[in-house]
């Protein structure tokens, strides 16, 4: 059985029960996702693909309808899928579609459908074939392709208590496109049935909450960033949470406190912690949470098995075949370890059967759920003349969990506001350094490494920086008394840094538009990023 097979079943049985409706715009009905995915696979074969091929999926988050039709399409063409988002741009995403071999890249479902017949199309699959291709950062610096069979795919283990929540279910999430727990959520409707998957194109605390009251959704799904966030908005009292039954954090480990202000926050729901990893796949852990158990992330579920090696966390699913890394036998030898995937993570196992996270793995930076390789941005950073050496590090960050840095050397005056736009022409937002020290030189150790923990101890020094400087006129003023409330932290100086605070793209959103409420100017959000101390984001709102 591969994934059309599911599609098939629900729309013979249900072809006009809603599967998956992205945000409160298009709504896909099971039958509508059958016919309009046979007219898309029909589009695909004339295109002139065949069983075997790659086709890159590259659709944004607020086409997630479009994505899940191409899809299933790509299945039914007997071709596998690369589904990379938005994650990847410019140079990067040629380098990711070349390293793929994908022949065609697939931004517009309409364009294949057009045209074509909606009966059933499906090529020939065997359960051990190629179905997708996962891009995900490592710590080597390039993207890596976990490749996922078919039956790889389908394995699928529910909690023991899956079928406690009553009713019919509908879960909301902002889980980007291509990623391991975008797929999963996409897959969900089509292996419970009566399932509905509310999706959103981006993370808003209030737009959540109108989701939740207007769809009467029963489960959350959330990376801690996004968590963070919401409870901190206090989104969840104006708008009617009632219905929510169960919030899920995935992706990151979170803090203890945020499992507790989530309790509060949905005083209904039951507070879930999971983990996994995309080369994993079906393998994962779960609990609900447990404050005797702060470092505690779940114990194995259905055929999962979990040991620590030499205090690496190892997993495996009993039964399925391993995953691997696309066209690259060197990693594949590093990580996989016959059916088993070293993690990089190190934990331990208590005498109850839970798994305990204790630290990430030694130098990769987890920004907001999302994987960032050190190596990848260093290399980016090169490419500018004036720089003579760069060491990126990950530095704590209150919602993101970590935040990326970068400490240059540079052999004439440049501006940081420039190498971070270096980085954003090559890489995907979420790996651009928001903290950039400029530096006359590099810890190293005899050998010649950077010592990545003196580095580190540099970016917490910047932070004592200036002392506390007080507003000194009526813009100054305002953007405090914004700063601090969208970041929960009162007293903030006029030279305080935004990055520093804790700030990040959504907050940033935030404080633009109560800027523009409070002073009646238009704020672009990016001004929150090039002026980042309230004295600099005030001249500039004076000009």
Known sequence: MIVPDLLRARA?????????????????????????????????????????????LAFGNEQWADYAVCYLAVHKAGAAAVPLGSRFAGAELE???????????????????????????????????????????????????????????????????????????????????????????????????????????????????ALVARHRITRLQLVPAMAHLLVASGAWRDHD???????????????????????????????????????????????QWDPARPTAVGRPVGQTEVRIVEGEIWLRRRGTPPRWYYDDPEATARTFAGAWVRTGDLGHIDGDGYLHLTDRSKDLIITGGSNVSPVEVENALFEHPA?????????????????????????????????????????????????????????????????????RAMFAAADAGPGFAPPRDRAEAAVVSVWEAVLDRPGIGVHDDFFALGGHSLAAAQIAARLRDALGVEVAVAAVFESPTPAELARALRR
């Open 387 to 455: 720089v003579v050496d760069a060491a990126v590090v990950g530095v704590p960050h209150p919602v993101l969990g970590e935040d990326v840095a970068a400490a240059v050397v540079v052999r004439s005056p440049t501006a940081a506001r420039e190498l971070q736009d270096l980085v954003r022409a090559a890489l995907a937002e979420h790996k651009v350094p928001h903290r950039v020290l400029l530096v006359d030189g590099l810890p190293r150790n005899p050998s010649g490494k950077v010592v990545k923990a003196e580095v």
């Open 95 to 209: 380098r990711v579609v070349a390293h793929a071999g994908a022949g065609l890249v697939v931004t517009d479902a309409g364009e294949l459908e057009a045209g074509q017949p909606t009966d059933a199309l499906q090529a020939e699959v065997g359960a051990d074939d190629l179905a997708e291709i996962l891009y995900t950062s490592g710590t080597t610096g390039l993207p890596k392709g976990v490749a996922c069979s078919h039956r790889s795919i389908m394995a699928h283990d529910l909690p023991a208590d899956a079928a406690t929540v009553a009713g019919p279910v509908s879960f909301l999430h902002a889980f980007p496109i291509g990623t391991q727990a975008g797929q999963e959520t996409l897959r969900v409707p089509l292996r419970m049935g009566g399932r509905v998957a509310v999706t959103l194109a981006s993370f808003d605390p209030d737009r959540v909450g």
């Open 12 to 56: 013979a049985e249900t072809p006009t029960t809603v599967a998956l409706r992205a945000g409160d715009e298009e709504a896909l009905t099971y039958g509508a996702w059958d016919a309009r995915s046979n007219a898309a696979a029909r589009g695909l074969v004339a295109a002139g693909v065949r069983p075997g091929d790659r086709v890159a």
């Open 241 to 287: 949470v009632s219905s929510v039954r169960r919030v899920i954090l995935s992706s990151a480990p979170a803090a203890p406190a945020l499992f507790a202000r989530l309790a509060a926050a949905f005083p209904l729901a039951t507070i879930w912690n999971a983990y996994a990893l995309t080369e994993a796949g079906a393998a994962r852990t779960m609990m």
